[in-house]
Nanobody, 116 residues
Framework: QVQLVESGGGLVQPGGSLRLSCAAS????????MRWYRQAPGKEREMVAL????????NYADSVKGRFTISRDNAKNTVYLQMNNLKPEDTAVYYC?????????WGQGTQVTVSS
């Protein structure tokens, strides 16, 4: 079955960096675009970044452009989110997601907390 497992979250000071990973299994990762979302307490889930199946196209929410980079290693079945210059407003649970045959699949999420 489809599984997405996020890791790499944690507590970081403002201006710091984290790299999130999403390990995918149960489907052919190289055939699908992948997305990172986040959800802060009391807020709706929002898309943060998207990468095409081959990695040649990426798109970002305005709030993270220039600070976050999405990438993928299809040979390792892993998608990454490099987050630099983190701000307190980046605090959220981060999820990776795949849409396969019209169904949305989600991981369990990883908590990112940006605080001094």
């Amino acid at each position: 079955q489809v599984q997405l497992v996020e890791s790499g979250g944690g507590l970081v000071q403002p201006g710091g960096s984290l790299r999130l990973s999403c390990a995918a299994s149960g489907f052919t990762l190289s055939s699908y675009a992948m997305r990172w979302y986040r959800q802060a307490p009391g807020k709706e889930r929002e898309m943060v970044a998207l990468v095409s199946s081959g990695g040649g196209f990426t798109n970002y929410a305005d709030s993270v452009k220039g600070r976050f980079t999405i990438s993928r290693d299809n040979a390792k079945n892993t998608v990454y989110l490099q987050m630099n210059n983190l701000k307190p407003e980046d605090t959220a649970v981060y999820y990776c997601s795949a849409t396969i045959s019209g169904l949305n699949y989600w991981g369990q999420g990883t908590q990112v907390t940006v605080s001094s």
